[in-house]
């Protein structure tokens, strides 16, 4: 016959079998951001001119609830994703697995970056060249999903994270991102 339509649930009523629950938290904060110029590289070689954007990050992280009811102390986390804007702040990004894409850090304190017959040169101080073979936000979110993931596996242990997901906007409306899923589901 079943429960009638208005009564209460109980706990038994509210208890899924043990794959079904999930626990998560979701960080997106005002000062989750960071500016950086870039240019993009297309499928078909052409790229685009040299220009910057102000990138907001946000982040997901799924994992067990621990005893004190939490999956991570969200104060033990913003620190983290703070640093790794930090690192991209206010710094040209450059693809350094990009296979036509030349990096020379010039003994006079200068990078010189050269795609196809375009030739840059900025001070080395200002350049961080990352492990992408291009950049765009969804490789940034990966990269950035892959040093927060190792962070905080180092904080909290293996263990603690089942699912962590970046997102990284470019512009209003429009963002990349890219999720390590070792849930199995």
Sequence with gaps: MGRPRHAPVSRAEMTYPRGMERWSIHLHKEDFKFSAAHFLIFPDGSKE???????????????????????????????????????????????????EVKVDHRDDGHTEVVYRACRYLAPTDEVVVLPISNTSSELFAAWMARELDRRLGERFGAGAISRLRVSIEETAGQHGAFEIDRSGA
């Design 49 to 99: 001119r040299l220009h910057g954007h102000n990138y907001r990050v946000a982040v997901e992280i799924e994992g067990p609830v621990g005893g004190e009811g939490i999956v991570l102390d969200f104060k033990e986390v913003k620190p983290e994703i703070r640093s790794l804007c930090a690192e991209l702040d206010e710094f040209w990004l450059v693809p350094g697995e990009h296979p």
